[in-house]
């Protein structure tokens, strides 16, 4: 995560939290109260409408008469509101400090958000942004691969890891092991499962090849 956390006041006016995102290069900020607690957050997406640029979105007048008047109303103060207060994001998706980054990313996927805070006690500690993840990718080093393991525990691994899996159907497949090369042989319905099974032969410890013998289902009618 970023650390120490930059964070603004529910006062802080638009036009700073603009030049702070700038000047800092991050995608957002927590809004904190007098006490430190996280109040909201304030982000890129949440300045780009905005009547000062001319951004501001505008519905057609037939929708304007379906929306409903505290919806309009709301949208007034998000687009043309001075200060953080009436721009953040006040239902705000936090994690703790020790939530694994596995649990992060699938919360950023699912709700289509680009940072999470790190709260500890009410008090922002860090943000968790997709860029995080991004340097831990690349920070990240395969496990080195053990020696002596048996194409017997290969196999047996691989058929683990795929048992759980509902894009596979390992009735038509066939997994040999030779002197740890991956033999992979059976029906596939797309190239896509099978790139997918070639990916989780290479992950197995132990693997020094795979060799791709699948063949495609000519009777498949849909890529799943």
Known sequence: MTAPVISVTPETPVSDIAALLIDRRISGVPVVDAHGHMVGIVSEGDLLRRT???TA??????????????IQAADFVKTH????ADVMTRDVVSVEPDVELVEIAGIL???????????????????VSRANLLHGLIA???????DGVSDAEIRHRLNEELR?????DLTRLNIVVSDGVVHLWGIVKSEEQSRALEVASE???GVR???????PDRFANDSG
């Open 52 to 54: 000062e640029t001319r």
């Open 57 to 70: 979105p505008r519905r057609p007048q037939w929708l304007e008469l379906l929306t409903d008047r505290s």
């Open 81 to 84: 509101g001075l200060t953080a």
């Open 109 to 127: 996927e699912r709700r289509h958000i680009k940072r999470v805070p790190v709260v500890e006690s009410g008090l922002p500690v860090g943000i």
């Open 140 to 146: 990240y080093k395969p496990a080195v691969q053990p």
């Open 164 to 168: 759980g899996e509902g894009w596979i």
């Open 203 to 205: 992950a197995v410890p």
């Open 209 to 215: 090849r795979v060799e791709n013998h699948l063949a």
